[in-house]
């Protein structure tokens, strides 16, 4: 049954146009994910499909019994109600029907007559109400709210309370829960997963799953989407493409598809090359102008393929150390944090080694953020010890944003802390995180969330620290530029610790994971998901030791096999910086040696400005044969750690 069909949107905003002819179908019970760029539409086709937007063109086809239900990323409720009021006010359909109820069963009270003809009037009509009462949910709709309020982690002691007083993300997160009760058939969520930690991700995972109706979903949380969807649409350059299939599916499908493109694309565009050779070598000869003119024709008449779509611009940068540090990074003994003398979180016990890559897990409001910023010396700890270990570098990304000046442009914003730096090597840097043109003269204020994003990223980078400390580095970032990041950290030389709630993120670079609790710290040897599993062997031991069914023994943890291909590959690593290195230091001692003998050449004894550029060059040679032999024994310190 289809509850959803978008024929042929177009939509333009001066004159400048965000949809072409888009197609989309939703069948009931179907999981749909709509992808793309920031900017490309997405929240726009969502809000032509709820009614909130008109479009240009084309149909938006819904069948009458079909109810929708929408919530835009930024809604929030706003209520002088309480919490558990404001949810009751979904079922006042069902509160009406109770009270006919009560009403009924008063009336029936007051007859002492039960062979009374309106008895038995009353008697039918209660009966009807009460069927309809039941196959409403009338009996479970607070058992129902109740869950889905723990779900959003709002508990009993929180319901009473005003909706008004509740924070921005608590808001968010009670607008998430009300469109669940209203149980619409097409339920429509725009980034839904903003202000979710993973356990309240997980849970809503489950939910949605188990999901009655369909649901069309925008968001940039991968792993989310993999578990969710079983059909991708993705908007690029106006078009709307269909992928049956999830997140992962699509991104495979896409790269072959074009692969396959741009086989058959370079096929006619030889063939084509060869008609129009042909035509013009053999059109002016009496002999053979009519097969140039038959050619001609053909050539006209073919409709020949466009060029593939192939990667749209995306950022690209790296990040660079300017010294590696020593093995030992930072030294976490017995720390408590918090403000104002309150602690969050205490007794916190961390060691982390060069090249780690530690994610810290918790709940909302465990002190995550404040951890990070306790060790970035932005907090003072409440008690215990932090040690950094030799030429320990910091570089720290912020949530907020608030390593930003935000009084200037782009521009100045880079180079009001980098003065040296030309302005063509600042408009350099820029570009590379898709600033360009008259985006650098933006003022930094105007920014959205994902430019905001990139622009501390550009200047994370430009610091070449050598220990990264990112607090949810991939908020605001769409899903190219999220595996640029990716990319960008899986080949940085030093050490990450981060705070995410990213679990593809997670999975792709942590080495390590560590729960950060009131009591302390748990830590988890692997990515994601094996620490998702542990955690649930974890919980299944302490459940049958609980049931006293059988002694309980916890293994030592052991490295799983990931982890062990994740130490060969951080080996063959080294190994090959080792040969690099190697082989730029036979280069430039070769190179010293020839300059070397130039300054000894008699014929330039008296060339002052040609001994002046070959000692320069020469000094030059020598400090990169410097960098490069210290790089090359970090490589053997690190190689021979791992053959211990």
Known sequence: MIVLQVNKITKTFSGVPILENAQLEVQHRDRVALVGRNGAGKSTLLKIIAGELSHDSGEIIIPKDITIGYLDQHAHLDSELSIW???????????????????????????TDHSDANYAELLSTYDSLQLQYNTSGGYQYESKTRSVLHGMQFYEEDYTKLVHTLSGGQKTRLALAKMLLQNPKLLILD????????ETLSWLESYLNAYEGAILIVSHDRYFLDQLVNVTYEISRQRVTKYPGNYSFYLREKAKNYE?????????????AKLEQFIEKNIARASTSKMAKSRRKLLERTEWMDAPDGEERSAKFTFSIDRPSGNDVISVD???????????????????????????????????????????????????TIRYGTNVSLGYYDQEQATLHGNGTVLQEIWDDWPMMSEKEVRTVLGRFLFSGEDVEKPVDSLSGGEKARLSLAKLMLE????????????????????????????????????????????????????????????????????????????????????????????????????????????????????????????????IEQLQN????????????????????????????????????????????FQL
């Open 334 to 384: 017995d720390l408590a944090i918090g403000y104002d003398e309150t602690a969050v979180a205490s007794h916190l016990k961390l060691r982390a080694y060069r090249g780690d890559r530690i994610a810290i897990v918790g709940p909302n409001g465990i002190g995550k953020s404040t951890f990070l910023k306790t060790l970035m010396k932005k907090e003072t700890p409440l008690a215990g």
């Open 598 to 641: 130039e300054l000894l050449d008699p014929e330039l004894a008296n060339d002052y400005e040609a001994l002046a550029a070959i000692q320069a060059e020469l000094h030059e040679a020598e400090e990169a044969l410097d960098e490069m032999s210290t790089i090359w024994l970090v490589a053997q310190e690190e190689l021979e750690a």
């Open 464 to 591: 070449q620290s050598n220990t990264l400390l990112l607090d949810e580095p991939t908020n605001h970032l769409d899903l190219d530029s999220k595996e640029v990041l990716e990319n960008a950290l899986d080949d940085f030389p030093g050490t990450l610790l981060f705070v995410s709630h990213d679990r593809y993120f997670i999975n792709r670079i942590a080495t390590k994971v560590v729960e950060l609790a009131p009591d302390g710290i748990t830590e988890y040897l692997g990515n994601y998901s094996y620490y998702v599993e542990k955690k649930e062997e974890l919980l299944e031991l302490k459940r049958l030791e609980e049931e006293d069914e059988r002694p309980v023994t916890i293994q030592k943890e052991q490295p799983p096999r990931h982890v062990e291909r994740e130490l060969k590959r951080e080996r063959r690593k080294w190994e090959r910086e080792i040969e690099r290195a190697e082989k730029e230091i036979a280069q430039l001692e070769e190179r």
């Open 191 to 198: 980034e839904p997963t903003n202000h979710l930690d993973i």
């Open 260 to 272: 396959k493109d741009k086989k058959r694309f370079e096929r006619e565009q030889t063939e084509k």
């Open 85 to 111: 009021d404001e949810m009751m006010t979904v079922f006042e359909p069902l509160h009406a029907i109770e009270r006919d109820l009560r009403s009924l069963e008063q009336q029936m009270s007051e007859l």
